[in-house]
């Protein structure tokens, strides 16, 4: 019995250990999101991460992480000339969302809150795209 309790204090003790380093080494706040009124201006800003993700700044500069099922070309790329966010039959851009990349389709896997790019430290590779900016080669 005393070896039953030591056994679990430590798978305990294992699993507060890996809810800490998680979450310090993910920037993602709360897990899975939505963004609602995508339609009436609920998107101010987005970066691309890579052919894979983006960063959606809403309202209230809330920042979000869409990753998408399968690659979304030239979303990084610096000639990427039209982007638009298609929200779900709920007006609320999230899971099963699309964004419209040039004419390419881009399905979202998965939406997350996110740290201010510009406050958090080393996400991903660093490398980031915005629609505001003019990115020099």
């Not at 699993?15 to 963004?35: E, F, H, K, Q, W």
């Amino acid at each position: 019995m005393k070896h039953l309790q030591i056994v679990t204090a430590a798978m305990i003790i294992l699993a507060l250990y890996a809810c800490t380093t998680t979450s310090a080494a993910n920037p993602s706040l709360v897990g899975r999101a939505s963004i609602p009124f995508v339609d009436h201006g609920g998107i101010q800003d987005w970066r691309a991460v890579s052919e894979k993700a983006m960063l959606i700044k809403a309202r209230h500069n809330q920042w979000y992480r869409a990753t998408f099922r399968r690659r979304c070309f030239n979303l990084d790329d610096s000639i990427t000339r039209t982007v638009s966010f298609i929200p779900g039959v709920t007006g609320s851009f999230g899971e099963h969302s699309e964004v419209l990349v040039d004419d390419q389709r881009c399905r979202v896997k998965m939406l997350e809150k996110w740290l201010d790019p510009d406050e958090a430290e080393d996400q991903d590779d660093g490398r980031f795209v915005s629609n505001t900016e003019n990115p020099t080669s």
